[in-house]
């Protein structure tokens, strides 16, 4: 597998109006790795996925493509980018055939090599039977497969996604981190943003942790853990319909504070200082009522590390570069 | 190459898309020829036989006399109305709703007239016009008519005894009018479809560009719009692309309108046919840049199309698409000049019914090209200084 690096941020800034939205960011990504960036909603995840994808210039410092700069070489740049915005980047108007004619045309492909390619990244997301579809047809999950095969047109090195799991059921994530993980068996270096910790835990070589701009930890999931874990239980789930009223206060009833509950959308996460407080709290949820569709109890978990990270502690394995990395491996 | 390849992969794609709402694109051709026809219809007089065109009016005869009764006779059988008799309420009542505009009184004591003699401007009987607050002109038209009634038949009451029966031809008109319709074209006859196909076409053109220039305002919200700014595409090049493929559509309705109007009402181009295609470039040109410029200097989308709406149809009655420039104060005249559409509408006009040569609608030409290279200029500054500040992280 090639261990070149794909993608390198070297002290970056990005101002946005008169505060650093991305502040002083380093960060390598190598051919062959997943990199997620994770952190909360403004901490500039989005800012350096712009910044690396070439649509946003940085104030200071360098951003490089195996080697090659936006300010030197734009086309060759962007020939080795495949950007995954946030929004469903795509003309719903159209079939998924023509998207991704029109996509490849501007990365100048054309004629037998482009239908080529056309049906092999629609086979390689799992479309190639709907190739003909207009996308306002297909569902979330499919738009989202589509977006990702819209990056690929041109067989980039490094894939940008963002938050590429925001509107999709489990279902579909789980397909999609299958996808990049095939990808990133083929060579590709793919970077994604999350504030999604279960995601970034399961799906990611390294993680690179963000917080007002800051680069606060980076490092294998594993790394991060041995340096943060704390003894505190969390549970995942995804519930099948909207969620009863009243679970806080049901579980404050019962378990005073010691319990946490967070529920975004039908997203659900619960954490507890011990497995047995857990599973209490889980049985007092399916007693209010709550239905999960799935749920997973990660063996460790980013949580501590995330709000450990963004605050004024010192971080340990702060800096993205590949040799600091490999250190904790 | 590269480039111009770019440029057409963008093109294809808007004409793609444009199509892709069949109804909504069907009826970007057919709302302006249903509308041409219409107001074609509505402002469609025949000019070659002017006696066919009467005035509408009610006679109100309140005084007996015989006098009088002559006068009613003669505005009732006469070619230039056409005249019933009514009463007083029920003209009163017919007015307000134009059925019709004009109602000539012709009261009580009118009868004194028969003794009028020449030099005397003591005691003269009323003749009273009633009329619709808006019929102006039919007022005085019917001012005329009412006149030359009267004072023929008091001519012919004072004359009588000395003319014998040579009096109905001694008091016939002694002069005969021959009308012919002056223009720069020479043999131009006005037709109606001409001018509201003309003008339909280039208002919608107009609206057109709007709508493309909104589509892009929308496109530029969307990721697709980063996900094209990824790629290794140039600003000018999407710009390009995009005026090609409005141009493009705008050239579609010209065709599409003008066919129309030619297979129907008989449209034709009388005069330089290379004149009008140039012309209809030019307005194509003119709805590609306004485009670029509602979606350079929009803002919102909701914003850029009341503002739009507005423009467009405030330049379509000024530059005369409605309703020809005669009909408007001079003022307004004088300030269509300033604007394109005026230029454009003076110009398709000009080679449609008028019959002009090229030399005659190049000035046109050239005046509705520097318009669109303005706005045009105007767009592409703005949007390239846009894109900067995006790229600047200064949103």
């Known amino acids: 597998m090639p261990s070149t690096v794909a993608l390198s941020l070297t002290d970056v800034r990005v101002r946005y109006g008169d505060r650093f939205a991305v502040d002083g960011v380093s960060l390598d990504v190598r051919r062959g790795e997943i990199v997620g960036l994770l952190g909360p909603n403004g901490s500039g995840k989005s800012t350096t996925l712009a910044v690396a994808a070439g649509v946003l210039d940085a104030a200071e410092g360098t951003v490089t493509v195996e080697g090659i700069s936006r300010a030197t070489d734009p086309t060759g740049f962007a020939m080795r980018v495949g950007f995954v915005p946030q929004e469903c980047a795509l003309y719903e108007e159209l079939s998924a055939a023509e998207n991704l004619s029109f996509f490849g045309k501007l990365y100048g492909l054309s004629g037998a090599d482009l239908r080529r390619r056309v049906i092999r990244v629609l086979g390689r997301v799992r479309l190639q039977e709907h190739a003909e579809q207009r996308v306002d047809t297909f569902s979330g999950g499919m738009k989202q497969r589509l977006n990702l095969a819209v990056a690929l047109i041109h067989d980039p090195s490094l894939l940008l996604l963002d938050e590429p799991t925001a509107a999709l059921d489990p279902a579909s994530r789980d397909a999609l981190f299958a996808d990049l993980t095939r990808l990133r068996d083929d060579g590709h270096a793919v970077v994604l943003s999350t504030h999604h910790l279960d995601e970034a835990e399961l799906g990611c070589d390294r993680i690179a942790v963000l917080d007002r701009g800051k680069l606060v930890a980076c490092g294998p999931p594993a790394e991060l853990l041995r340096c943060y874990a704390k003894d505190r239980q969390v549970l995942y789930g995804h519930l099948r319909v909207r969620p009863p009223r009243f679970l806080h206060k049901a579980l404050q009833k019962r378990f005073g504070t010691r319990i946490e509950l967070e529920i975004t959308g039908r997203r659900l996460r619960l954490s507890a200082p011990t497995n047995e407080d857990l599973g209490m709290a889980l049985a007092t949820l399916l007693a209010e009522g709550i239905e999960l569709e799935t749920y997973r109890t990660p063996a460790g978990t980013l949580e501590r590390t995330l709000h450990c990270g963004t605050s004024e502690e010192e971080p340990v394995g702060q800096s993205g570069r590949v040799g600091d990395t490999e250190r904790g491996r | ?395």
């Open chain 2, 1 to 395: 190459m590269r480039y111009a390849t770019l440029m057409l992969t963008l093109a294809a794609k808007d004409w793609r898309l444009f199509w892709a709402d069949r109804r909504a694109a069907v009826m970007c051709f057919v709302v302006p020829v249903l509308l041409a026809s219409a107001f074609g219809m509505v402002f469609n007089r025949p000019t070659t036989n002017a006696a066919t065109t009467r005035l509408p009016m009610l006679v109100v005869i309140e005084d007996d006399g015989p006098f009088t009764a002559q006068v009613a006779a003669e505005l009732l059988s006469s070619l230039k109305t056409d005249a019933k008799v009514a009463t007083r309420a029920e003209a009163e009542a017919a007015l307000p709703d134009r059925h019709p505009a004009i109602a000539v009184v012709l009261p009580k004591g009118f009868e004194r007239l028969k003794d009028w003699q020449p030099g005397n401007t003591s005691e003269r009987p009323e003749v009273q016009i009633l009329h619709h607050p808006a019929a102006g002109t039919e007022r005085q038209w019917a001012e005329g008519v009412v006149t030359e009634v009267v004072m023929r038949r008091l001519a012919r009451s004072k004359l009588d005894g000395f003319m014998g029966t040579q009096a109905e031809a001694a008091f016939a008109t002694p002069f005969q009018v021959n009308a012919t319709a002056v223009s720069t074209g020479g043999d131009a006859k006005f037709n109606s479809y001409s001018h509201s196909f003309c003008g339909m076409t280039l208002q919608y053109l107009l609206f057109w560009g709007m709508e493309s220039g909104l589509l892009f305002l929308r496109e530029r919200q969307r990721g697709v719009w980063k996900r094209t700014r990824a790629a290794p595409v140039s600003l000018g090049c999407v710009l390009a692309g995009k005026a090609l493929a409005t141009a493009a559509i705008a050239m579609l309705q010209v065709l599409v309108t003008f066919g129309f109007g030619y297979l129907m009402f008989g449209v034709s181009v009388t005069g330089s046919f290379i004149g009008f295609v140039l012309l209809a470039l030019a307005a194509c040109g003119l709805a590609a840049a306004t485009g670029l410029l509602v979606a350079a200097i929009g803002g919102t989308e909701a914003r850029a199309r009341s503002v739009s709406i507005l423009v467009i149809l405030g330049i379509s009655m000024i530059g005369g698409l409605w309703l020809p420039t005669f009909l408007l104060p001079e003022w307004v005249r004088d300030t269509a000049l300033s604007l394109p559409t005026s230029w454009a509408m003076r110009g398709l006009g000009g080679v449609t019914w008028e019959g002009l040569g090229l030399r005659a609608v190049l000035p046109n030409v050239a005046m509705v090209t520097a318009f669109a290279a303005v706005f045009l200029a105007i767009a592409v500054l703005r949007l390239k200084s846009d894109e900067r500040r995006l790229r600047q992280g200064n949103v």
